[in-house]
């Protein structure tokens, strides 16, 4: 049995400068995630073998032989994981590659990055959970939001604002507790917003239809009466702190669902907590689909302005929110004569 696995060892080394190049990645990525550099320095290793299986070092690779090694890994029995792994980690080998290839060896570009490796995945049944996040019922229509806005709890204004908010704005409930007053601006009906994922500021308008709620709420005595009102410089204060918490808004808007009886349980996660249909992000997705799409709302926001409105870096992210639509239908009404 030793000399059976001396023999695979044997057979299964590479030279010296890729095993050199290939540990010194695996200490890069030690640096920041142990198990995630293991594992794509072991993804490495299994390419760079299926290189000198074909002749090629891995100083000769292009697109086309990422897309012969994942094909066959998608005709094996390689997990989702292990796909993954595969791809991501031929990726991150070049990408860093001066940081532990020798000088004069001359490495060719991220040979992942070829539109014909775009969107490669093994599928595996869906979980109970992605089965639920995949479905397309994440979208309210507006009697729905109305229902939403009568069920609120208490303090109802403050709690209905909230919810209008969410639904008019497009706002990540962490950036709804984090708004100040001096943030908004009322005679533009405009909120700047600092985002918590780029740390790029943006401007969202809202509507005059919350003219009356924003003005009992700071003129009308309802966020004064607020323990921390005074010293607040927060749009929504807390009774304890200066500014509700991401959490409260969250509370709001599924507590308002309950109440309306719109609220369903869509999965039970990993830490047996109980995830539901209806939460903050729902309106935020609602949102986006209503400016996309004219069957759920107007549909007249073109996907570049409503990339900049809801803060995300990339178009792809926004995408998500286009309407399937009828291509054939649209060729046969839109095509050229």
Do not use: C
């Not at 920041?32 to 073998?49: C, I, P, Q």
């Not at 410089?233 to 918490?245: A, H, Q, V």
């Amino acid at each position: 049995m030793i000399f059976m696995a001396q023999a695979q060892q044997q057979a299964d080394a590479l030279d010296a400068e890729t095993e050199s190049a290939i540990d010194g990645f695996l200490n890069a990525y030690r640096k920041g995630a142990k198990t995630t550099g293991e594992r794509y320095a072991s993804a490495m290793r299994n390419f760079a073998r299926w290189l000198e299986a074909n002749d090629k070092s891995l100083w000769e690779v292009d697109w086309r032989d990422v897309h012969a090694h994942l094909g066959e890994l998608v005709d094996g029995d390689a997990s989702p994981s292990g796909f993954i792994d595969a791809k991501m980690g031929i990726k991150a080998f070049y990408v860093g590659s001066e940081l532990y290839v020798p000088e004069g060896v001359e490495v060719p570009d991220d040979p992942t990055d070829h539109p014909e490796l775009e969107g490669w995945a093994i599928l595996k049944e869906p979980s109970k959970k992605e089965q639920a996040l995949n479905t397309d019922d994440f979208s309210l229509a507006l009697h729905e939001i109305q229902m939403l806005a009568d069920g609120v709890s208490s303090p109802t204004l403050r709690n209905e604002l909230i919810i209008r908010l969410l639904y008019q704005t497009g706002l990540r409930r962490a950036e709804l507790s984090k708004v100040r007053l001096s943030d908004v601006d009322r005679d533009e009906r405009e909120i700047n917003v600092q985002s918590d994922k780029s740390w790029i500021s943006r401007v969202v308008p809202y509507q005059p239809s919350l003219d009356f709620l924003f003005s009992q709420w700071l003129e009308g005595g309802y966020r004064s009466a607020e323990p921390t009102a005074d010293t607040s410089p927060y749009l929504f204060p807390s009774k304890k702190g200066e500014k509700i918490t991401p959490k409260t808004v969250g509370r709001v808007v599924k507590r308002a669902a309950e109440n309306a009886g719109l609220q369903t349980v869509m999965y039970v996660d990993a830490g047996g907590r109980e995830r539901f249909k209806i939460t903050a992000h729902t309106l935020r997705h609602t949102f986006a689909r209503g400016a996309l799409d004219p069957d759920v709302g107007s549909g007249q926001i073109n996907l570049r302005d409503l990339q900049q409105l809801m803060g995300h870096k990339r178009l792809a992210t926004t995408e998500r929110y286009l309407p399937n639509t009828d291509y054939v239908r649209a060729g046969h009404d839109f095509g050229p004569g």
